[in-house]
């Protein structure tokens, strides 16, 4: 592996293994205590350390780059922040300082349940690790959460919005409880083809069936990426590589359908830039990182469409997310 992984730094030195799943779903988290690690760049091929500190109640996810003088801005993890997301997700303060491709790292803190932390980076994307959710989720993991005396607040879709694309399509419908996620690919290269997967994110299947889910890319793509100076860091270490019918990577898959997993993951990243947890139905059609933001932002620009509300006990069982309106 390109990275020093295998030893995260917990500052207190102590092990922790606390996980998520018998915590109160109705009170706010941060990491009971701070965590990093370091990695290479996907598209810069820098190397990078990274680290997750607690939060207060309230402040929500914030980036901040310490390799600038001042110890650089923060860059809170919101819709308003993103300044690109064609291959992967930027978010970047008003001056454009950025930090490039925090989808991952989103996802682990939503499928943990983390409401609340401080992402450091010593440059200007978080480090790819192995191109999946599950080394910061292992992170959080060994940090430990701490629950803090606040209550949560989920943003609760309240009324079918959808943007189409082409062939691409996503859409939100509202949903009993929590968020369910559904999606389908379809690729030309026969060693992805069709493929299409539903879940409800929980901690549990967040951890279990969505979080070892790696990136992907076409041999031809990444070769054209090279040439255009990105993907850089890119390896079969962080990323699957597809040529045709032939997956390159000599460890082949994790799931038979990992790439729609993925992208199932990359959703979970995104729409955590709302800033909350999400009780909806999103469901996403051969699209990409570009699609759900504009959906997301069309969400949030339609006062009606969504509210923020407590987490309820009946939310807080985190029972199956039925829909219960569909799109016409
Ligand atoms: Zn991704």
Redesign the pocket.
Known sequence: MNLDFSNPERQDGQHASTAPYSANPILQKTLKTSIGCTGIGLHSGSRVALKLHPAPADSGIVFRRIDLVGGGTEIPARWSSVTDSRL?TVIADEHGISVATV??LMAALYGMGIDNAVVEVNGPEVPAMDGSAWPFMFLIECAGIAELEVSRKALRIRKPKSYTNGAKRVSFVPAKSALRIDFEIDFRAPAIGRQHCSFTITPETFKTEISRAR?FGLLSEVTALREAGLARGGSLENAIVVDGDRILNDDGLRHANEFVR?KV??AVGDLYLCGHHIVGHFSGHCSSHADTARLMKQVLADPSAWELVEIDERASTWHDAEPIAALA
């Open positions: 992967c989808e991952h990136t993925h993951l990359d």
